[in-house]
């Protein structure tokens, strides 16, 4: 696997602690995780994007972000041991994902697509290989059913939607067809392969993308957690399509730095309540907007954190704009 520079004075800040920068590092924080299947942890992960599915050592309009978050790169050879360790240590019977890639306003909507998901290809202008791409899995009415209600014990509007209605947006793309979109089943082709018999149920976030209306809805779900279902929320620590130099850490800005490092900062505060505090105030730092001109990609990672709370946060990626963490 290649390497990739941090730069030195973010290095430095974060060689003091534990935090995985490479595949050793992360590989051990994997390895540490607790097996409890009772207890699943919840997971906040980088989704990547649709460069994770272009065959490795091609080339692309997308060099630096392909270079970094592509298949030759740490992102993806991260998700291939994230995957695994999910199913050997959990065994979930289910896995409800929240996808930076579906938002709704006031309602809950939770997928019930039967015996197959079917995918929605929510991207465009990328070869036609990737509008070919597989990933084989199904559903659980029970599980879906079981979380629309745990939504409504919480005071939502929450129903379940079916392959044959609309999803509705994404916040950019208002075909909205049924399925699974690509912050779903692009990683997971990587973390589980082609074909996925454990059930796949996607919820969506909240379109106010605040920290506090997608922390509540971690709260709302983290029974699951001791039901047997595996709680994952999927986004980017940094996303901004208007300045693709922002994906790497070789050509990121100074500010584009400061906010990933605060961002490892907040996770690694021990204290519940200072924790919550510092990250709800990371939408209100300085670099914020330079890494999210919208909140989406970010949001989900309240997601996770609402799900876990007070529990201890273990940082399992600690690379650039790759930050992925489980509350156990």
Not at 191 to 198: A, Q
Not at 239 to 261: E, I, S, V, Y
Request: hydrophobic share 40%; charged share 20%; proline share 8%.
């Amino acid at each position: 696997m290649p390497s990739f520079r941090q730069p030195l004075a973010f290095l430095s800040t974060m060689s003091s602690t534990s935090i995985p920068l490479n595949q050793e590092a992360w590989r051990a924080a994997l390895a540490s995780l607790p097996a409890t299947p009772d207890n699943i942890p919840a997971f906040f992960f980088a989704h990547g994007s649709p460069v994770l599915a272009f065959p490795p050592g091609s080339s692309s309009g997308f060099s630096g972000l392909q270079s970094y978050q592509g298949a030759d790169g740490p992102l993806y050879n991260f998700l291939k041991d994230f995957g695994p360790v999910l199913l050997e240590k959990y065994k979930p019977k289910a896995i409800v994902v929240f996808s930076a890639h579906w938002e709704t306003m006031g309602e809950r909507l939770v997928t019930d697509y039967g015996d197959e998901n079917p995918l929605l290809m929510d991207y465009y202008g990328f070869p036609p290989e990737l509008y070919k791409l597989k990933f084989k899995s199904r559903g659980d009415s029970a599980v879906s059913q079981r979380v629309v209600q745990l939504f409504k014990d919480a005071g939502y509007l929450a129903r379940i939607t079916n392959k044959l209605e609309p999803r509705g947006e994404d916040g950019r793309d208002g075909r909205g067809a049924p399925g699974l979109d690509h912050g779903v089943f692009v990683p997971f082709r990587v973390m589980f392969g082609e074909e996925l018999d454990t059930p796949v149920i996607a919820a969506s976030i909240d379109s106010r993308l605040t920290p506090e209306s997608n922390w509540k809805l971690g709260e709302a779900v983290r029974a699951l957690r001791k039901e047997g279902v595996l709680v994952l929320s999927g986004g980017l620590p940094i996303h901004n399509l208007r300045d693709f130099q922002a994906f790497h850490p070789d050509t990121a800005k100074p500010t584009h730095h400061a906010f990933h490092q605060a961002t490892l900062d907040a996770l690694a505060k021990p204290d519940p309540a200072a924790r919550k505090q510092a990250l709800y105030d990371l939408t209100k730092h300085e670099g914020f907007r330079a890494c999210h001109p919208r909140e989406d990609h970010f949001v989900p990672l309240y997601v996770a954190a609402g799900a876990g709370e007070e529990g201890e946060f273990r940082i399992l990626n600690g690379l650039y704009g790759l930050v992925s963490f489980a509350v156990i």
